[in-house]
Structure formats: C-alpha cells, structure tokens
C-alpha cells in the first residue's frame, strides 16, 4: 500500500520552462490536493479536487493549472515557470473534503532558475 | 494567509522531557488537526479534535480546544529524540472553503 506517490522527487527548471508534477493515491480517496511549502510560510494551497472531474483554486493558483485525470491521479502544471514558483511541493489527498484527515506524498522540491 | 499560528515557532528540550506547542486560529471551525513533518519529508497527520470536544489522547500525544479562545495545544509527554519535526496545526472551517488551513508550524527539537 503505497499511500500517495509523488514524481520526480527533484527538479530544476530554466524561467519560461514547463513542467507537469505527478500525484497518484491508492487509497480510493475522492479528494485531491496540491500545497507548495516556503520557509516560514507553512502550506498555502494551490488548487483542489473535491472529486473527480472538479478542480477548484486554492488560495495561491496563478501560474499553475491542474487536470484531475482520473480517481487515482492528480497532475500539477507549471507552464512558464518562474523563480517565484521554486519551493517544496507536496500532493495529499483525503477521503472527502474539508474535515477529514489527510493523507500527503513525499514533496517534490522544484528549483527555478 | 494561513488560519492557525503556532507558537513558540521553535523549541528545544532534552529527551524525557514534556513539549507544549499553541495554535491560534481566526474563524469558527468544525474541526482542529495537528501533523508532524521530519526534516524532507511529507506531513503526517496525527491527531484530530471536533469542535464540540474539549480534549483528546493519542498515546504520548494530549490535544485541547478553547473555542472561546480559538486556541488549541498539543502536549507530547516523556519527549523522544524519534519526536524531533516540526508540528503544524490546520483547521477546517464551519462554512465557506472545503479545505484546511495550515499554520506556520513549530520547529521540536529533542536533545537525546
């Protein structure tokens, strides 16, 4: 039982570069998630998933976009990556949102240079 | 801007000793969760206390709730240098946003 999966575990990006972020859970969770973490800020959340084929913004969603591809998978896109985005990223998921108890991946730390 | 602040937002004590970490938070909620986070890894959660719920144990972990005062405490009791992370509260707010609000965590560290 895996949990939640994260890839890659590590990037760095040129500005103006794109990437997408991976995040799958096993857990048959309906809600998805994807935080960034920057020193001193703790986690502000770029966007959600309550359920599958819904996506909502967070309190931090410019420059990046989502796709909520199936149950399991939970994608995260920068298109034009900028040194402002480079921070830890982490995806997390939970069984319903709002009150319930989540579960996180790994993190991925992106670099933008 | 986050809904919790902990408090202190770094401590330091010997192994055996107990830790308290405070967390304020803004608006009426329908439930308070605390997490742990080691140094590079995700969050995991640990304990989670209703709204109408005073006080809840989780083995060596104790967690209160004063609505009254929007604040909440987690004691963790005969601290180990395995306890060593940084703690974050979130909150779950009665109405509006379906997702939890993260604090700026307290940094424990466990002297063995």
């Known amino acids: 039982n895996a949990g939640v999966t994260q890839t890659p575990k590590f990037q760095v990006l040129k500005t103006g570069q794109s990437m997408t972020l991976q995040c799958a859970q096993d857990m048959n969770h309906n809600s998805m998630y994807w935080y960034r973490q920057d020193p001193g800020m703790g986690l502000r959340l770029i966007y959600y998933?309550?359920?599958?084929?819904?996506?909502d913004k967070g309190e931090v969603p410019n420059g990046y976009n989502v796709s909520r591809l199936n149950k399991r998978e939970f994608s995260l896109r920068l298109e034009s990556a900028a040194p402002s985005q480079t921070s830890v990223y982490f995806c997390a998921s939970s069984a319903r949102t709002g009150t319930y108890e989540q579960y996180f991946g790994p993190g991925t730390r992106l670099t933008v240079t | 801007s986050q809904q919790g602040e902990e408090d202190p937002q770094a401590l330091s004590i010997q192994e055996g000793e107990n830790a308290t970490m405070n967390c304020s938070y803004k608006t009426s909620i329908n439930n308070l969760q605390w997490y742990r986070q080691n140094s590079g890894r995700g969050l995991v959660h640990l304990i989670l206390?209703?709204?109408?719920?005073r006080e809840k144990h989780s083995g060596r972990l104790r967690v209160t709730l004063d609505t009254s005062k929007k604040s909440s405490s987690l004691l963790i009791t005969a601290s180990r240098a395995a306890d060593t992370a940084s703690y974050f509260c979130a909150t779950a707010r009665r109405t509006g946003a379906n997702n939890l609000f993260f604090g700026t965590g307290t940094r424990l560290t466990v002297i063995p």
């Open positions: 998933s309550a359920s599958e084929g819904t996506t």
């Open positions: 206390i209703r709204s109408n719920e």
